[in-house]
C-alpha cells in the first residue's frame, strides 16, 4: 500500500470517544435448537473503539457479530445501533445493514460483476447514489486498500487477499457507523493476510468502530482497544489486549492463550 492510502487518526480526535456506546448489547441469548450457542452477551462498543473477540472454536464468535447487523435473530434480550433498536425486517432492515458494514471469510462478491461495480452497487441501489459520485467514491476506497488498478477486473482474475481489500471498499462505501469482521483472514493464504490486516489497522486508525472476530493475536494485541474472550456461548473476560495476554484472569483464557501461543 503507498504511503498515501494511510488514515491517519485525526490528531484532534482521541481513538476511543467518550460518551455513549454506539453498540449495546443487553442480556443476548440464542439457541440453535438445543444448543444454546449466545448466553446472556453483555458487551457495549464505544464510537471509535476497535473490540476484537477471539476464542476456541464453536464459542459463539460469528454468531454473535452476525446478530449484530441481523443475519442472525436473537431468542432474547436487546442489541440496539446509535440508540436505535434492531428492526425486524423490511426496508428499516435494509438501512440498519447500510450503517453495520460487515466483511466475512469468504468474500462474497458478485463473480459477474466488476470489481467497481461490487463497490458502487450497494451505495447506487441503497443509499440512491447518483452513479457518478458512487463510481467517484468507489476509485477513492479501492485505491486506499491498495487495489485501485484492478478495479475493471472481475473477482476471480484476483487473489483472495486482493478479494478480501475489495470486500472492506465494498462496505466502507456504504459509509457505515460500524464495521463487522467475522474471520476476514482465515480462508487467505498466508502471504496475503498481512495485506488485508494492514487495511484493518489503517482502519482502525482512522477512528473506525469495528468489531473484529480473528484467530490473529498479532491483530488483536497492536489494533485492539479490547479484547474480548468468549468461550461455550458465554464472554469470560474482557481486558485491555496488554493486560489480556500477558495476566489472563480466568483458567479458560489461559489455557487458550498457552495452545495458541506456543505455535
Given at each position: 500500500m503507498t504511503e498515501n492510502a494511510a488514515l491517519p487518526r485525526p490528531s484532534s480526535q482521541p481513538h476511543v470517544a467518550e460518551g455513549e456506546p454506539l453498540v449495546v448489547l443487553d442480556g443476548v441469548h440464542k439457541w440453535f435448537?438445543?444448543?444454546h450457542v449466545l448466553r446472556d452477551i453483555d458487551l457495549s462498543v464505544k464510537r471509535g473503539e476497535v473490540v476484537v473477540v477471539i476464542g476456541p472454536s464453536g464459542s459463539g464468535k460469528s454468531t454473535l457479530c452476525r446478530?449484530?447487523?441481523r443475519l442472525e435473530t436473537i431468542d432474547k434480550g436487546s442489541i440496539t445501533l446509535?440508540?436505535?433498536p434492531l428492526p425486524e425486517e423490511g426496508?428499516?432492515?435494509a438501512n440498519?445493514?447500510?450503517e453495520v458494514g460487515m466483511v466475512f471469510q469468504s468474500f462474497n462478491l458478485f463473480a459477474h460483476k466488476t470489481i467497481l461495480e461490487n463497490v458502487t452497487l450497494g451505495p447506487i441501489k441503497v443509499r440512491k447514489v447518483k452513479a457518478s459520485e458512487a463510481?467517484?467514491?468507489a476509485r477513492e476506497l479501492l485505491d486506499r486498500v491498495g487495489v485501485g488498478h484492478q478495479a475493471e477486473k472481475y473477482p476471480a482474475q484476483l487473489s483472495g487477499g486482493q478479494q478480501q481489500r475489495v470486500a472492506i471498499a465494498r462496505a466502507l462505501a456504504m459509509e457505515p457507523k460500524v464495521m463487522l469482521f467475522d474471520e476476514p483472514t482465515s480462508a487467505l493464504d498466508p502471504e496475503m493476510i498481512k495485506e488485508v490486516l494492514d487495511v484493518m489497522v489503517e482502519l482502525a486508525e482512522g477512528g473506525m468502530t469495528m468489531i473484529v472476530v480473528t484467530h490473529e493475536m498479532g491483530f488483536a494485541r497492536t489494533a485492539a482497544d479490547r479484547v474480548v474472550?468468549?468461550?461455550d456461548g458465554a464472554v469470560v473476560e474482557e481486558n485491555r489486549p496488554e493486560e489480556f495476554f500477558t495476566n489472563p484472569r480466568s483458567e479458560r483464557a489461559q489455557d487458550f492463550l498457552g495452545k495458541i501461543l506456543k505455535h
Amino acid at each position: 500500500m503507498t504511503e498515501n492510502a494511510a488514515l491517519p487518526r485525526p490528531s484532534s480526535q482521541p481513538h476511543v470517544a467518550e460518551g455513549e456506546p454506539l453498540v449495546v448489547l443487553d442480556g443476548v441469548h440464542k439457541w440453535f435448537g438445543d444448543l444454546h450457542v449466545l448466553r446472556d452477551i453483555d458487551l457495549s462498543v464505544k464510537r471509535g473503539e476497535v473490540v476484537v473477540v477471539i476464542g476456541p472454536s464453536g464459542s459463539g464468535k460469528s454468531t454473535l457479530c452476525r446478530a449484530i447487523n441481523r443475519l442472525e435473530t436473537i431468542d432474547k434480550g436487546s442489541i440496539t445501533l446509535d440508540g436505535e433498536p434492531l428492526p425486524e425486517e423490511g426496508k428499516e432492515l435494509a438501512n440498519l445493514r447500510a450503517e453495520v458494514g460487515m466483511v466475512f471469510q469468504s468474500f462474497n462478491l458478485f463473480a459477474h460483476k466488476t470489481i467497481l461495480e461490487n463497490v458502487t452497487l450497494g451505495p447506487i441501489k441503497v443509499r440512491k447514489v447518483k452513479a457518478s459520485e458512487a463510481n467517484q467514491r468507489a476509485r477513492e476506497l479501492l485505491d486506499r486498500v491498495g487495489v485501485g488498478h484492478q478495479a475493471e477486473k472481475y473477482p476471480a482474475q484476483l487473489s483472495g487477499g486482493q478479494q478480501q481489500r475489495v470486500a472492506i471498499a465494498r462496505a466502507l462505501a456504504m459509509e457505515p457507523k460500524v464495521m463487522l469482521f467475522d474471520e476476514p483472514t482465515s480462508a487467505l493464504d498466508p502471504e496475503m493476510i498481512k495485506e488485508v490486516l494492514d487495511v484493518m489497522v489503517e482502519l482502525a486508525e482512522g477512528g473506525m468502530t469495528m468489531i473484529v472476530v480473528t484467530h490473529e493475536m498479532g491483530f488483536a494485541r497492536t489494533a485492539a482497544d479490547r479484547v474480548v474472550f468468549m468461550s461455550d456461548g458465554a464472554v469470560v473476560e474482557e481486558n485491555r489486549p496488554e493486560e489480556f495476554f500477558t495476566n489472563p484472569r480466568s483458567e479458560r483464557a489461559q489455557d487458550f492463550l498457552g495452545k495458541i501461543l506456543k505455535h
